[in-house]
């Protein structure tokens, strides 16, 4: 079992950055790749971005690539989003999750975090 909290949301300004923080509990975190999603009001839930286990492989979507980057630290249990270059139409409830399947699909992860609000003012 795992437990998932995200933190960091909040209001920017566009141009601007944020970091996302998702702190896991349990001793298994290392072996679940990790990832990053997003829901707007109205739409699908959207792949962001993955993690190995290891952290040695990052996945960004091309919507979010150059800009958004992915990393974890395997003794503090947790993984972050580094959000640059903030757009309006990142604005989003942003999820992380652990899984071992498909990277890129919901479906395939276990866990999932509450969701922290990232808005994007243009």
């Known amino acids: 079992q795992v437990q998932l909290v995200e933190s960091g949301g909040g209001l920017v300004q566009a141009g601007g950055s944020l970091r996302l923080s998702c702190a896991a509990s349990?001793?298994?975190?290392?072996?679940?790749?990790m990832g990053w999603f997003r829901q707007a009001p109205g739409k699908e839930r959207e792949f962001v971005a993955a993690?190995?286990?290891?952290?040695?492989?990052?996945y960004p979507a091309d919507s979010v690539k150059g800009r958004f980057t992915i990393s974890r630290d395997n003794a503090k249990n947790t993984v972050y989003l580094q959000m640059n270059s903030l757009k309006s139409e990142d604005t989003a409830v942003y999820y992380c999750?652990?899984?071992?399947?498909?990277?890129?699909?919901?479906?395939?992860?276990?866990?999932w975090g509450q969701g922290t609000q990232v808005t994007v003012s243009s």
């Open positions: 999750a652990a899984g071992m399947g498909a990277l890129t699909i919901p479906k395939e992860y276990n866990y």
């Open positions: 349990g001793r298994t975190f290392s072996s679940y790749h």
């Open positions: 993690i190995s286990r290891s952290g040695g492989s990052t």
